[in-house]
């Protein structure tokens, strides 16, 4: 089952939308010779040259460790299931997830960027500040993990003004980036940078270079960029993909990280690292929480949330120790000086 989910995954963020036959009769066969694939073109612990030689990840730089911070039950799958309106009522299991990452992070040496959802935030301020005490750097989530597709310019704005607002208070430090819930900034609401711009951001990590249902900026740059908008400039940092038998498959973190074989994350870090640009790399507090409770959700959303939770906290300890991570503000900011340097 967990097979032809990834293959699922992998082809609809590629572009590829499986027709009724083949969802019904392919995946598992998919997904068989994706595995195979990419077995041969991965191989194993290293990545196969042209000469077919094994070539071992060389840390010619450091890439970005993300972490989205939210609530088990706020992810954009159990929407249909969890209200809102009753968000207040549930166990809050944010706050351990989170000392189970930072100490991850510690043990490692590893810094990151952690995006906090402003509800979060209000409710727990001293997470908040022990979070920033560790030496990672807070940015936004927003405040309530609406999707910008299914939010007015106005509400958007709030969202984004009062989030940042909050977290500066509970710091005492400016607040530059920020990541859309679901990666939801998407091709005909690039207005939501352009409010960015205007609330004060330096730079943004929504728009995922793949073609997938409900998220995803198909034509988007891989690289950290500048985009430039009416209002001014911003940096762009998406998440990393990979590039596979002519399909951009994601390889940023998330729920590809703990269904795709960790051999494709670790491919796709170790080419960016090759050719000197920082990878992105995200994951949610809930996905090292295989105990939270469970939601009665449609078996899509079922497996793609809760699948594979037993494995995160492997399979990230392997990651921290073959990869050294940094916070996105860093290379924003050095954009952001060398923009601004004399020519």
Same mark, same amino acid.
């Given at each position: 089952?967990?097979?032809?989910?990834?293959?699922?995954?992998?082809?609809?963020?590629?572009?590829?939308?499986?027709?009724?036959?083949?969802?019904?009769?392919?995946?598992?066969?998919?997904?068989?010779?994706?595995?195979?694939?990419?077995? /041969?073109?991965?191989?194993?612990?290293? !990545? =196969?040259?042209?000469?077919?030689?094994?070539?071992?990840?060389?840390?010619?730089?450091?890439?970005? +460790?993300?972490?989205?911070?939210?609530?088990?039950?706020?992810?954009?799958?159990?929407?249909?299931?969890?209200?809102?309106?009753?968000?207040?009522?549930?166990?809050?299991?944010?706050?351990?997830?989170? $000392?189970?990452?930072?100490? #991850?992070?510690?043990?490692?040496?590893?810094?990151? %960027? +952690?995006?906090?959802?402003?509800?979060?935030?209000?409710?727990?301020?001293?997470?908040?500040?022990?979070?920033?005490?560790?030496?990672?750097?807070?940015?936004?989530?927003? /405040?309530?993990?609406?999707?910008?597709?299914?939010?007015?310019?106005?509400?958007?704005?709030?969202?984004?003004?009062?989030?940042?607002?909050?977290?500066?208070? !509970?710091?005492?430090?400016?607040?530059?980036?920020?990541?859309?819930?679901?990666?939801?900034?998407?091709?005909?609401?690039?207005?939501?940078?352009?409010?960015? !711009?205007?609330?004060?951001?330096?730079?943004?990590?929504?728009?995922? &270079?793949?073609?997938?249902?409900?998220?995803?900026?198909?034509?988007?740059?891989?690289?950290?960029? /500048?985009?430039?908008?009416?209002?001014?400039?911003?940096?762009?940092?998406?998440?990393?993909? *990979?590039? #596979? *038998?002519?399909?951009?498959?994601?390889?940023?973190?998330?729920?590809?990280?703990?269904?795709? &074989?960790?051999?494709?994350?670790?491919?796709?870090?170790?080419?960016?690292?090759?050719?000197?640009?920082?990878?992105?790399?995200?994951?949610?507090? /809930?996905?090292?929480?295989?105990?939270?409770?469970?939601?009665?959700?449609?078996?899509?959303?079922?497996?793609?949330?809760?699948?594979?939770?037993?494995? %995160? $906290?492997?399979? =990230?300890?392997?990651? =921290?120790?073959?990869?050294?991570?940094?916070?996105?503000?860093?290379?924003?900011?050095?954009?952001?000086?060398?923009? $601004? $340097? &004399?020519?």
């Amino acid at each position: 089952m967990h097979a032809w989910l990834a293959a699922y995954l992998v082809l609809g963020a590629s572009g590829v939308v499986p027709g009724p036959r083949l969802q019904e009769n392919g995946r598992k066969l998919v997904c068989v010779l994706f595995e195979a694939v990419a077995a /041969w073109r991965l191989g194993g612990r290293g !990545i =196969l040259n042209r000469g077919n030689h094994y070539e071992r990840p060389e840390p010619v730089t450091t890439h970005h +460790f993300s972490v989205d911070v939210e609530e088990y039950f706020q992810v954009s799958a159990l929407e249909g299931s969890v209200r809102r309106s009753g968000w207040a009522d549930l166990e809050s299991r944010v706050a351990s997830s989170v $000392a189970r990452l930072l100490s #991850l992070l510690e043990r490692s040496g590893a810094r990151g %960027t +952690f995006f906090v959802l402003g509800w979060v935030a209000d409710r727990h301020p001293g997470l908040v500040r022990e979070i920033a005490a560790a030496g990672h750097e807070i940015a936004s989530h927003g /405040w309530d993990h609406q999707r910008v597709t299914a939010a007015t310019r106005e509400e958007f704005r709030v969202s984004v003004r009062r989030s940042k607002e909050v977290l500066e208070e !509970i710091t005492g430090r400016s607040v530059i980036g920020y990541r859309a819930p679901n990666f939801s900034i998407v091709p005909g609401h690039e207005w939501a940078l352009d409010v960015l !711009i205007e609330e004060g951001y330096r730079y943004d990590s929504s728009l995922f &270079p793949v073609r997938r249902p409900g998220y995803g900026y198909p034509n988007g740059l891989r690289d950290p960029h /500048w985009l430039a908008r009416p209002g001014g400039r911003l940096v762009e940092v998406p998440p990393a993909t *990979l590039r #596979l *038998l002519g399909l951009s498959v994601p390889a940023g973190g998330g729920a590809y990280f703990r269904l795709l &074989p960790y051999r494709v994350v670790r491919a796709a870090l170790s080419t960016y690292g090759r050719r000197g640009v920082p990878a992105t790399f995200y994951i949610h507090p /809930w996905e090292l929480d295989p105990e939270q409770p469970r939601f009665a959700v449609p078996l899509f959303a079922r497996l793609r949330h809760y699948s594979g939770l037993t494995r %995160t $906290a492997a399979r =990230l300890e392997r990651l =921290l120790d073959e990869f050294s991570f940094k916070p996105i503000a860093e290379t924003a900011m050095t954009m952001v000086e060398l923009e $601004a $340097a &004399p020519q």
